[in-house]
């Protein structure tokens, strides 16, 4: 049988590993979210986001842009859509659909956080969704360092537990949306909890101190020596 991740999602397996769905990191994607839109003078009244998980960057923007009217999510996991769901109100609805293969849809501004590193057919994915927004955000993760080419278990453990199966660099994603289509507005670095956190002990302490002097000093070769960090980018 041809293996397929959409699997994970809609078999609840994913949610019974991630039952927060990284509910807790959506009020800081949405400050760089927003920040990135206020930056490049973008308003937009409404946003869909493919791949919602537990519906709380849309809570966050919301908050955040009271110029948005109208917020939709949508994500093939049932489980996802039911605790999203909990939050919907008269600006923000949450639908248990794959968007990708819908036809007809167009916004002014469509989210995919933490998605593509999902998706069996990441380039097909992004085709897809190439003509159903004027502007995209995507948040992808930079799984690929020096630190994980050596230690590989860390990609094994990012794909059991989180379930991500394809792993970029910079350059790779940049390619990529290239590619398929997209134009290149604007972008930043995330950082991992490891340096945002206030570490728990003496050996995490150093970690933090040395990664973040090393990010300051030159983010390109901070990034790829030690991992952890993100891409938040605004295209078209």
């Known amino acids: 049988m041809k293996y397929s991740s959409n699997d994970m999602y809609t078999s609840g397996a994913y949610f019974s590993k991630n039952p927060d769905l990284d509910v807790a990191d959506a009020k800081w994607k949405a400050d760089i979210i927003y920040s990135l839109l206020t930056k490049n003078k973008i308003s937009v009244e409404e946003v869909i986001e493919v791949g919602c998980g537990g519906g709380s960057n849309l809570v966050e923007l919301a908050k955040k842009d009271q110029g948005i009217k109208q917020l939709i999510g949508y994500d093939i996991s049932p489980q996802a859509i039911?605790?999203?769901?909990?939050?919907?109100?008269?600006?923000?609805?949450?639908?248990?659909?794959?968007?990708?293969?819908?036809?007809?849809?167009?916004?002014?501004?469509?989210?995919?956080?933490?998605?593509?590193?999902?998706?069996?057919?990441?380039?097909?994915?992004?085709?897809?969704?190439?003509?159903?927004?004027?502007?995209?955000?995507?948040?992808?993760?930079?799984?690929?360092?020096?630190?994980?080419?050596?230690?590989?278990?860390?990609?094994?453990?990012?794909?059991?537990?989180?379930?991500h199966i394809h792993y970029f660099t910079k350059e790779m994603v940049d390619w990529a949306l290239k590619e398929t289509g997209f134009a290149i507005l604007d972008w930043v670095y995330t950082k991992p909890v490891v340096d945002i956190d206030k570490p728990d002990t003496f050996k995490r302490w150093v970690k933090k101190i040395l990664r973040n002097i090393s990010f300051a000093v030159n983010k390109d070769w901070s990034v790829k020596r030690w991992g952890g960090y993100s891409m938040m980018i605004l295209a078209k």
């Open 82 to 163: 039911e605790l999203a769901s909990q939050k919907a109100n008269d600006r923000i609805a949450y639908i248990n659909e794959d968007l990708a293969v819908k036809e007809y849809i167009r916004t002014e501004l469509m989210l995919v956080i933490d998605v593509v590193e999902h998706v069996d057919d990441f380039y097909g994915f992004l085709v897809r969704l190439r003509s159903k927004s004027e502007y995209f955000i995507f948040h992808i993760p930079l799984d690929l360092s020096c630190r994980t080419i050596m230690k590989p278990h860390v990609l094994l453990q990012q794909r059991e537990s989180v379930g």
